[in-house]
């Protein structure tokens, strides 16, 4: 296995990249993707894989500047385990063979030279000059190399300038075994970079989406708004609260001296590899002119309801108008379990008319483990709900 070293995509993907299989990370213009491919580079050599990049855009010494910048790698550091073909080479053959399909025959024949002198167990490539000069097919027909009877590790970028149907071709056509494609923004989440694992070919996995940042020069999936809603006194605030590894209460005591939540409650959370904000929201019905406000660009809801009082159930549907959960994932939160009550599961989905694939989770948001079992299963639903 393979990793990209990227904390998320990695368990996603169940533990890594099978060796022997073609990996592309397909970049739409304007996206700062570069990261991907560095970082699968750098988990790489650090564990001891021998790696090839084909790099015609640049030189070996540019290249050596840009990851030791990005990633704080230096080649020289693993001088016997990294091989760089660049610009020079690339120039070389041009001048050596001006026909393409000639041209095609002595990379290959480079190629595979090289890999079999230095042992190469993992080829990147910068495929977009190999592209222009020589097209898709014979482009890829250069890189299809077994050695023995192995083949390398292919690991693919490339900026994407003609959209989806050239994703559809890359998986049909050109069996390439995982898709990443990067883009930027994203209908529940404006204006982040996102990621889709558009195919992968040795997994069932659903298509998932989900967006990015890049803090110090590393990747983290980011979810940046969830949503805890519900109504009053059902446990919204302690829910925030032991979800959260730091977060602020806008709980003030009403004229009874109890607790009530106003304007908000605010989390962050960072949860197998994810940076999650969480907004709690009010639960009385005087708050309702701001949930639409708190609900936009939410990416999830957990309703959480509290069991020992389903009269509340007409105030919970009000709730699922409100934050529209017809268009993003949502999870149930049936809170308060730790007390006697007699509210089942299918009375819960047929009071609330939910659809099958709404997931109900019976807990107690006094203990953090179930807490945190609701945010990963509404982790899961955002990370495969076709946004
Ligand atoms: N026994 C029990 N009590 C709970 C549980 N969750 C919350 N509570 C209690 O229920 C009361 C209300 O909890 P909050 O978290 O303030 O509820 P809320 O939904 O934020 O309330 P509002 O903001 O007023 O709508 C508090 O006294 C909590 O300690 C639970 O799982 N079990
Ligand atoms: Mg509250």
Same mark, same amino acid.
């Given at each position: 296995?393979? &990793?990209?070293?990227?904390t998320?995509?990695?368990?996603?993907?169940?533990?890594?990249?099978?060796?022997?299989t073609?990996?592309?990370?397909?970049?739409?213009?304007?996206?700062?993707?570069?990261?991907?491919?560095?970082?699968?580079?750098?988990?790489?050599?650090?564990?001891?894989?021998?790696?090839l990049?084909?790099?015609?855009?640049?030189?070996?010494?540019?290249?050596?500047?840009?990851?030791?910048?990005?990633?704080k790698?230096?080649?020289?550091?693993?001088?016997?385990?990294?091989?760089?073909?660049?610009?020079?080479?690339?120039?070389?053959?041009?001048?050596?063979?001006?026909?393409?399909?000639?041209?095609?025959?002595?990379?290959?024949?480079l190629?595979?030279?090289?890999?079999?002198?230095?042992?190469?167990?993992?080829?990147?490539?910068?495929?977009?000059?190999i592209?222009?000069?020589?097209?898709?097919?014979?482009?890829?027909?250069?890189?299809?190399?077994?050695?023995?009877?192995?083949?390398?590790?292919?690991?693919?970028?490339?900026?994407?300038?003609?959209?989806?149907?050239?994703l559809?071709?890359?998986?049909?056509?050109? =069996?390439?075994?995982?898709?990443?494609?990067?883009?930027?923004?994203?209908?529940?989440?404006?204006?982040?970079?996102?990621?889709?694992?558009?195919?992968?070919?040795?997994?069932?996995?659903?298509?998932?989406?989900?967006?990015?940042?890049?803090i110090?020069?590393?990747?983290?999936?980011?979810?940046?708004?969830?949503?805890?809603?519900?109504?009053?006194?059902?446990?919204?605030?302690?829910?925030?609260? &032991?979800?959260?590894?730091?977060?602020i209460?806008?709980?003030?005591?009403?004229?009874?001296? =109890?607790?009530t939540?106003? =304007?908000?409650?605010?989390?962050?959370l960072?949860?197998?590899g994810?940076?999650?904000?969480?907004?709690?929201?009010?639960? &009385?019905?005087?708050?309702d002119?701001?949930?639409?406000?708190?609900?936009?660009?939410?990416?999830?809801?957990?309703?959480?309801?509290?069991?020992?009082?389903?009269? &509340?159930?007409?105030?919970?549907?009000?709730?699922?108008?409100? =934050?529209?959960?017809?268009?993003?994932?949502?999870?149930?939160?049936?809170?308060?379990?730790?007390?006697?009550h007699?509210?089942?599961?299918?009375?819960?989905?047929?009071?609330?008319?939910?659809?099958?694939?709404?997931p109900?989770?019976?807990?107690?948001a006094?203990?953090?483990s179930?807490?945190?079992?609701?945010?990963?299963?509404l982790?899961?639903?955002?990370?495969?709900?076709?946004?």
């Open positions: 296995m393979i &990793q990209t070293g990227i998320g995509i990695d368990e996603m993907l169940g533990s890594g990249i099978p060796r022997g073609r990996v592309l990370f397909s970049m739409e213009p304007g996206v700062d993707g570069r990261l991907f491919m560095i970082s699968t580079l750098n988990n790489a050599l650090s564990r001891n894989h021998r790696c990049v084909i790099i015609p855009t640049s030189t070996a010494r540019v290249f050596r500047s840009e990851i030791l910048t990005l990633k790698v230096d080649i020289d550091d693993y001088k016997d385990k990294l091989v760089v073909l660049d610009s020079s080479v690339r120039d070389s053959l041009h001048k050596k063979c001006p026909v393409p399909a000639e041209r095609v025959n002595e990379w290959k024949s190629i595979r030279e090289t890999c079999e002198k230095n042992l190469i167990d993992i080829i990147f490539v910068y495929f977009d000059l592209y222009e000069d020589l097209g898709l097919e014979e482009g890829f027909r250069m890189l299809d190399i077994t050695i023995g009877d192995r083949k390398p590790t292919v690991v693919l970028e490339h900026l994407n300038l003609e959209g989806d149907d050239l559809t071709r890359f998986s049909a056509d050109l =069996a390439f075994d995982l898709i990443i494609s990067l883009k930027s923004s994203f209908t529940p989440a404006p204006y982040f970079n996102f990621f889709t694992l558009e195919y992968t070919s040795w997994s069932n996995m659903p298509r998932r989406s989900i967006p990015y940042i890049i110090n020069n590393t990747i983290s999936l980011y979810i940046p708004k969830i949503i805890v809603t519900g109504p009053p006194a059902s446990g919204k605030t302690t829910f925030v609260n &032991q979800a959260s590894d730091r977060g209460s806008g709980d003030r005591k009403d004229l009874k001296g =109890a607790a939540t106003v =304007a908000m409650d605010l989390g962050w960072h949860f197998k994810f940076d999650i904000t969480i907004y709690g929201t009010p639960g &009385q019905p005087r708050f002119p701001i949930l639409p406000q708190l609900a936009s660009h939410a990416m999830g809801v957990v309703m959480v309801i509290d069991v020992t009082r389903p009269e &509340q159930m007409a105030r919970v549907r009000t709730l699922m108008e409100l =934050a529209k959960v017809n268009l993003i994932p949502m999870v149930i939160a049936a809170n308060k379990c730790d007390l006697p007699d509210f089942s599961e299918n009375e819960i989905r047929d009071s609330l008319h939910l659809k099958a694939d709404v109900i989770h019976f807990i107690s006094l203990r953090r179930d807490v945190r079992l609701v945010v990963e299963s982790v899961h639903c955002i990370t495969t709900y076709p946004f």
